[in-house]
């Protein structure tokens, strides 16, 4: 009798395997939103005692997203980089945070900052998870906080 079962088990994995898939609910959409959002210079603001880059944007959601944090990862056309996860929704902002190095100061940057950058999640709109900051970091080095250092953030490259 157990050899028996022993061959039908495979027959029976075979079965579940080829069953029909459960129901899957529609994605819903990330969706990083300059409006509101802006820049702050921190001098040795970062955990390491460097002066920090914060650039402010929402993660706004829509439709049915994974009740968990989601990827986000900044670069600059200068190298600048940034990667961590974070929360979603409400009013409040994320904040992309960058530790600049000696000669960032008195350059012209560009910063790309997407979420979900993987694609790990599937969205309805996968063309909405980017914004982008410009901004030139004063020089000489400035010895207090800038808040807010102007720049400007818009959707997309």
Known sequence: MFRKILEVLPLVALVSVCA??????A???YDADPAG????YV??????????LNVLFRIRTSGT??????EVRGTSDTGLFTEFRS??????????????RAGD?????????VVDPDDEFAETDEANNRVTAR?????PRPTSTIAPLPCTIVRGA
């Open 37 to 40: 959002g802006g820049c702050q």
């Open 20 to 25: 029909a898939p459960a129901a899957v609910a």
């Open 27 to 29: 994605p819903g959409d």
């Open 135 to 139: 901004l030139t970091l004063p020089s």
């Open 105 to 113: 100061f008195g350059r012209f940057h560009v910063i790309t900052i």
């Open 65 to 70: 997203v994974p009740p968990r944090l989601v």
């Open 87 to 100: 929360g979603w929704g409400g009013s409040g902002y994320t904040a992309a945070q960058f530790t600049l």
């Open 43 to 52: 001098p040795n603001g970062a955990l390491g005692g460097g002066d920090l």
